[in-house]
Nanobody, 117 residues
Framework: QVQLVESGGGLVQTGGSLRLSCAAS????????MGWYRQAPGKQRELVAI???????NYADSVKGRFTISRDNAKNTVYLQMNSLKPEDTAVYYC???????????WGQGTQVTVSS
């Protein structure tokens, strides 16, 4: 079992940046798939970005070129750098982890990101 805790959300203007962090309660070295999801009001939760243990990444088309996912196994932390934010990025962002399946079984509690126009 592993607990994931997100931080770094907040209110930002269009074009601004935020960096989300996801701290795990134990080593994430064995969690080969770590990702960020988001859920806007009235919408389904969607995959934003995912990273495997080798550092390979994949992004939703809507965030390509603006968001960057990274992981620091030594710190048991996954990051999501979000640049050039748009109002449509407003959502609750969730960290997720697992082994071999997407999404994995481990979820954080979520952090709110609000982008004002």
């Amino acid at each position: 079992q592993v607990q994931l805790v997100e931080s770094g959300g907040g209110l930002v203007q269009t074009g601004g940046s935020l960096r989300l962090s996801c701290a795990a309660s134990r080593s994430i070295f064995s969690l080969n798939l770590m990702g960020w999801y988001r859920q806007a009001p009235g919408k389904q939760r969607e995959l934003v970005a995912i990273i495997n243990s080798g550092g390979s990444t994949n992004y939703a088309d809507s965030v390509k070129g603006r968001f960057t996912i990274s992981r620091d196994n030594a710190k048991n932390t996954v990051y999501l750098q979000m640049n050039s934010l748009k109002p449509e990025d407003t959502a609750v962002y969730y960290c997720n982890g697992g082994v071999g399946i997407v999404p994995g079984p481990y979820w954080g509690q979520g952090t709110q990101v609000t982008v004002s126009s």
